[in-house]
Structure formats: structure tokens, C-alpha cells
């Protein structure tokens, strides 16, 4: 290597690309880089480099509302470990200390000892806590932990009647406890239960009696309160809740139950305000673990006050959002399938930026930047999802026997967004990209009537029901109860607004 090196040195060098100065001040770069080198020399000898760093599209991070940060629970894709984390706990029975904690043990910081190993009293136990990683099985999982083939099969065999082993989630967590043998087996230890939490309120197990696995289940208690926030809009309102500290769930449902009556993209002012009252869950040691619904959504448009209220009727049982009137705010189809974004280009004949031509536009282009959701216009059937020639990646969702919506030049699709599946209004089926023929990042929608485009913007829709009589008195009574509750919540969030 160190030849090949010299050689084009010299070859450039009689080409005229590098002088002999050149050369020779190389070399002393290279001197003082080495005598750098040996500074940076760690205490076990090996010389600590700085990883490189490039930009891969692959990797670039999926927009904050997909990504919860409230625990493991609200996240819908942990990213797999290289290796188990493995902790050994202090011993059953006994209150334990610091000094009985052993772990965690870390990958790289030295092979863990395998469960036969451990010294443990006729008392103690060991307790291994390990991560489902892609590819994983119940069954792997346990073998990596080295665990008898018969246990774990019978364990495996117990768990299934209160769980589906196939729905094992990446970066969920495994609890195996190891008790001794018996008298005289010499510490040798033996799997004698298996646990995970199913959801952040039910736990699974299956528990060793005698020489069998009996499968358990615990339904935990979670504290509920209620969370007031309010913010200003500078920009979008999803930037806005964002910075006021909201939960992405409660940001995306909140967008959702807004954009049957408020356009996005022409009736959002800066200035305007929101105010949200939603449901938070807290576990035993005061960890809020999961959120739940949104039961007032406020919003001030121009000096223009809209609220909507959350009320389950008698008569249908079917939950909705409706104004103080008793109005359903649900219509066939929202008005924008996406926050934030300003139309580009609008229904009709128009110049074709690509092609060059007048044609005609039969649908609305959004403007977003790369990676914004884009949401279900309405409840329906995911006809199609896939390439589409000049459509890029595209979706198109049937929702009656009347209208369908499609959505074009994705950057991708949504989690299990595919041809067949059923999506629910409001949820995300992807993400703005500029596929296909496009000149930028850009959501182009579409709505059908029949077979035929129409235009997104001045089609008229069916609204939702309207509340009358007891049914009326009843939401009027809760309704009032919300506000009261509501005003005199303190606000939780950090006062931010949206640039």
C-alpha cells in the first residue's frame, strides 16, 4: 500500500500536479497527525477515532408524529438491540441494596454469565431482562438465554393461552427468572418464569408449579387525569401543539377532528390559538405511560371561537365530536388530508411544469416539506397502493359507493398501508415525498365521484347527525360539566409558539 501511495506522489509530482514542497510538507502533516494519534491514545492502548458520519436517506428520521418519546408502550417500532440487556437483581425475599443490583451488563462491557454459572444461595434467584430484536422468537429468546429445550417449550406452551407469541414487538422486553435446582444441585439454576407486559395495563406470564407452567394474567390499575394545553399558531397547528409540548398522538387526533370544518391552508392565521383537554395515564410509580382521548378541542380562528366537544349518544352508542349546538362535526370526507402545507396548485386547466403543456388538473397539489403525514381522507378500503407511473407512490382509498380519494408522489407509505386494508379517517397512509413526476416535494389529491375527478375544494358533503330532544339535554349537561372542568384546569405546557 505504502509503494502504490509513493508512486502516484511522484507521479503527479512529475505531471506538475504537486510541487517537492508540497510532498515535503505532507510528510510533516503526516508527522504531527501520528504524533496527534499518540495523545489520543485511551487507557487501553487502542487509539480512539472518531466514527464517520454521512447522510443516508434511509436513515433520515420519520417526522415527530410517529414517534412518541412517553415510553416504549406508545411507540409503534422500537429499534432492535444488538444484544439482550441483562440484569441480575437483588434476591427474592430480601430487601436489597445497591451493592445486590448486578448489572446492567451493557454489550461490550464484558461476556455475561450464563444463569448455570451464578453462585446463588438456596434463596436467590436471577432475573434476566432481554429485548426482542428482529427476527426473534419465544423461543430464541430463551435458548440465547440458555434456558433447557423441555422448559421452554412448556413455558412457550403455557404463555400461549393468554398471549400470541406472534405478536412479539421489536424492543420489547422479556423477563426470565431463574431459581436454584433443589439441595444439592450445586447452584444450578432453572427457568421458573416468563413474563412480559402485553400493553402498558395487562401483564402475561407463565409461572412454574411444581414441574408444570400455569399461565397467568394481571390487569394493572392506571391513575387517570385530565391535561389542559393551550398555544398560539404562528405557522401550522401541528408545529404549534408541538411545541407546547403535546403528545404526537394527541396532536394527530386533534388535527383530525379539526379538519372536517377548518381548512388548513386558507383559514389558519398567525396568532390564532388552540386549547386541548385530553385524558393522561400514570402507572404505580407515577410514570404517565400511555394517553387517552381528547374530550374538548378548541380553536380560535380570526377572533372566531370553535369548540367541539367529545359525547356518546344512548341510542347508537357511537362516540363523536360535536359543536356546542349538538352538531356532529364528522362529514363523509375532510377538507385537507394534511396539516401545514400550502396549495400549490389548484383544480382546473393549467401549464404543465414538466411537460410543458396546458392539461388539465383534475385534483389540488399540496406543498409540504418531505416526510409530512398525510392522512385518510375518510373511513374506507385501501383500493390501491403502490407504484403508479407518473403518480409516483400513490394510495387510493374507496370509502362508499360514491366517492374515493387518491394520494400521489409519496415519499412512502404508511405502517401496513396496503391494497385490501381498511384505514379509519384521520390516519396516516403516508408520507409527502416527490415521486413519479414531480418537480418538489408535494402531496397531489384527488377526489372521484364515480369514476370522474372532481374538485376537492367545492365538493359538498354530508354532515353527521344532529342531536334533538333527551339526547340534546343529556350533551348540554355534560357539555357544560367539560367546561367547567376545563376552565379551571391549570395549563401544563411551556408557553411556545410555532416560528
Do not use: W
Request: charged content about 25%; proline content about 6%.
Amino acid at each position: 500500500m505504502t509503494k502504490k501511495r509513493t508512486s502516484r506522489f511522484k507521479g503527479a509530482e512529475r505531471r506538475g500536479i504537486i510541487s517537492p514542497a508540497t510532498v515535503a510538507l505532507s510528510g510533516v502533516i503526516c508527522g504531527a497527525v501520528l504524533a496527534l494519534a499518540g495523545l489520543a491514545l485511551t487507557d487501553g492502548g487502542t487509539f480512539d477515532m472518531p466514527r464517520a458520519s454521512g447522510y443516508d436517506e434511509r436513515l433520515e428520521p420519520t417526522p415527530p408524529v410517529l414517534e412518541s418519546r412517553a415510553n416504549r408502550f406508545l411507540t409503534a417500532e422500537a429499534a432492535p438491540l444488538e444484544s439482550p440487556i441483562e440484569v441480575a437483581l437483588a434476591p427474592t425475599g430480601k430487601a436489597g441494596n445497591d451493592d445486590d443490583i448486578l448489572g446492567p451488563v451493557l454489550p461490550g462491557d464484558g461476556p455475561a454469565q450464563d444463569p448455570e454459572e451464578v453462585e446463588a444461595d438456596p434463596d436467590s434467584a436471577l432475573v434476566k431482562a432481554v429485548a426482542v430484536a428482529k427476527g426473534d422468537t419465544l423461543a430464541k429468546l430463551l435458548a440465547r438465554a440458555g434456558t433447557d429445550s423441555r422448559d421452554a417449550h412448556q413455558a412457550i406452551t403455557a404463555l400461549s393461552e393468554v398471549f400470541d407469541p406472534r405478536r412479539l414487538r421489536i424492543g420489547q422486553e422479556i423477563r426470565l427468572e431463574f431459581s436454584p435446582l433443589g439441595e444439592g444441585a450445586e447452584g444450578e439454576l432453572r427457568l421458573s418464569r416468563v413474563s412480559l407486559m402485553d400493553s402498558v395495563e395487562h401483564e402475561v406470564s407463565a409461572t412454574r408449579r411444581d414441574d408444570a407452567f400455569t399461565p397467568e394474567e394481571n390487569h394493572l390499575e392506571l391513575e387517570r387525569s385530565l391535561v389542559r394545553s393551550d398555544g398560539v399558531i404562528n405557522s401550522s397547528l401541528f408545529l404549534a401543539a408541538r411545541d407546547a409540548g403535546l403528545p404526537p398522538e394527541i396532536v394527530i387526533e386533534m388535527i383530525r377532528i379539526f379538519s372536517f370544518d377548518v381548512d388548513f391552508q386558507r383559514e389558519v392565521q398567525p396568532g390564532d390559538r388552540f386549547s386541548v383537554y385530553y385524558e393522561s395515564f400514570r402507572n404505580d410509580a407515577g410514570e404517565t405511560v400511555k394517553y387517552g382521548n381528547i374530550l374538548l378541542a378548541g380553536m380560535t380562528l380570526s377572533g372566531e371561537q370553535l369548540t367541539f366537544y367529545r359525547f356518546t349518544p344512548d341510542d347508537d352508542g357511537v362516540t363523536d365530536y360535536f359543536t356546542a349546538t349538538g352538531q356532529s362535526v364528522k362529514k363523509t370526507l375532510m377538507r385537507t388530508p394534511i396539516d401545514g402545507a400550502r396549495l400549490s396548485s389548484g383544480f382546473g386547466k393549467r401549464r404543465h411544469p414538466i411537460l410543458g403543456y396546458t392539461k388539465m388538473h383534475r385534483g389540488v397539489d399540496f406543498a409540504a416539506p418531505s416526510g409530512t403525514p398525510i392522512m385518510a381522507a375518510g373511513d374506507g378500503v385501501v383500493e390501491f397502493a403502490g407504484r403508479h407511473g407518473g403518480y409516483g407512490n400513490y394510495v387510493r382509498i374507496r370509502h362508499n359507493g360514491t366517492y374515493k380519494t387518491a394520494y400521489a408522489h409519496m415519499r412512502r407509505f404508511g405502517k401496513g398501508v396496503r391494497a385490501g386494508t381498511r384505514v379509519r379517517q384521520g390516519q396516516i397512509i403516508g408520507y409527502v415525498g416527490t415521486t413519479g413526476r414531480s418537480t418538489g416535494p408535494h402531496l397531489h389529491y384527488e377526489v372521484l365521484k364515480g369514476d370522474h375527478q372532481v374538485n376537492p375544494l367545492a365538493i359538498k358533503l354530508p354532515t353527521g347527525r344532529k342531536l334533538s330532544g333527551s339526547m340534546l339535554a343529556r350533551f348540554a349537561k355534560e357539555r357544560d360539566s367539560l367546561e367547567t372542568r376545563f376552565a379551571a384546569a391549570p395549563v401544563v405546557n411551556r408557553q411556545a409558539s410555532a416560528d
